[in-house]
């Protein structure tokens, strides 16, 4: 999971917004991805590739954690900075457990983003949460939440509406969220120089309230 500092402004041209995303392995093979990043900095799809939305993880308002301006270059640089608070890291032979906060988004939504993610080996299950945590500027807005996954992995949503099947090429998972709204959505993977290609995503989106919001998630081999 990403818990790392914003770089100084001047060395942050190739900075990318995101703050609590993470890639999930299984035998060699990522399972949870993120989505690349476009090198060539004159082209659009650099500035789309630096943002939170291509990333695993939370964004609310579709505003990066981070802001960006341009340099006299024509580079992205950061120009806005955040805390990273209460880290927790566990690691233990069949467990382990990454837990920390942020407050990228307390000045402009009012809101603290809790994430912890789990991973119990002999259960081959990934659990995780994201807590939105109000402050005293709360400011109503969508979130959206990502999973971003490689272009030949393949996506089925079933029937009850709270789970997903991946089927990648070692193993097959299923994706579930209860009593969120979960879909399936198109991107772009950047995983290859200056080069892109459609990928899919499982997404998880609803509305920023002003009481504690918990929105568990997992990851199970089936």
Not at 31 to 36: A, F, K, M
Not at 166 to 171: D, Q, T, V
Not at 176 to 192: A, Q, R, S, V
């Amino acid at each position: 999971m990403d818990l790392g500092k914003v770089p100084d402004k001047k060395f942050s041209k190739d900075y990318q917004a995101g703050l609590f995303s993470f890639e999930f392995n299984f035998l060699g093979e990522k399972v949870i991805t993120n989505s690349g990043y476009f090198q060539d900095y004159k082209h659009q799809l650099n500035i789309i590739s630096k943002s939170t939305a291509t990333h695993s993880t939370l964004v609310l308002d579709n505003t990066s954690n981070v802001k960006f301006e341009r340099d006299k270059h024509g580079y992205m640089l950061v120009n806005k900075n955040y805390k990273i608070l209460d880290k927790e890291i566990k690691s233990e032979k069949n467990f382990w457990l990454i837990k920390a906060s942020h407050d990228a988004y307390s000045k402009s939504y009012g809101v603290v983003h809790e994430r912890q993610i789990q991973f119990f080996n002999n259960s081959q299950k990934l659990e995780g949460y994201d807590k939105l945590i109000k402050t005293r500027n709360f400011k109503s807005c969508n979130f959206a939440i990502r999973f971003h996954l490689l272009p030949e992995i393949n996506l089925t949503k079933l029937l009850n509406n709270e789970s997903i099947l991946i089927e990648s090429k070692n193993a097959g998972w299923k994706f579930t969220c209860k009593n969120h709204k979960i879909d399936i959505e198109t991107g772009l993977y950047f995983g290859m120089k200056n080069k892109y290609l459609e990928n899919k995503n499982i997404l998880i989106v609803g509305l920023t309230k002003p009481e504690e919001q918990n929105i568990f998630w997992e990851i199970s081999k089936i």
